[in-house]
């Protein structure tokens, strides 16, 4: 079963930065898009950055500019630069990945669990 673990939120201030982290394992013969969301309290889940299999990048407008999403095929990791934070870059940011399973090829689409940002004075 593929797992997504992400990791590298906390606390920072307005104005600082933070790397995110998303590792994804098991049983994967290859990753596609991935994407990073992200949950405000109250808000629905929006969708922060994506990123293809060939490096084609896309965000959101409250983000363009400060967020760098980024991956590592060989790793099978994906990361999101977050320079510039404000406060309402608060919430717990998402890793979601589509793909296929080693054994059978099947298609997945998976979602890691989350990693809080709090920015913060």
């Known amino acids: 079963q593929v797992q997504l673990v992400e990791s590298g939120g906390g606390l920072v201030q307005p104005g600082g930065s933070l790397r995110l982290s998303c590792a994804a394992s098991?049983?994967?013969?290859?990753?596609?898009?991935m994407d990073w969301y992200r949950q405000a309290p109250g808000n629905q889940r929006e969708l922060v950055a994506t990123?293809?299999?060939?490096?084609?990048?896309n965000y959101v407008d409250s983000v363009k500019g400060r967020f760098t999403i980024s991956r590592d095929n060989g790793a099978s990791t994906m990361y999101l630069q977050m320079n510039s934070l404000r406060p309402e870059d608060t919430a717990v940011y998402y890793c979601?990945?589509?793909?296929?399973?080693?054994?059978?090829?099947?298609?997945?689409?998976?979602w890691g669990q989350g990693t809080l940002v709090t920015v913060s004075s």
């Open positions: 098991g049983g994967i013969f290859s990753l596609g898009t």
């Open positions: 979601h990945a589509l793909g296929t399973y080693r054994n059978n090829f099947r298609t997945f689409d998976a």
């Open positions: 990123i293809t299999s060939h490096g084609t990048t």
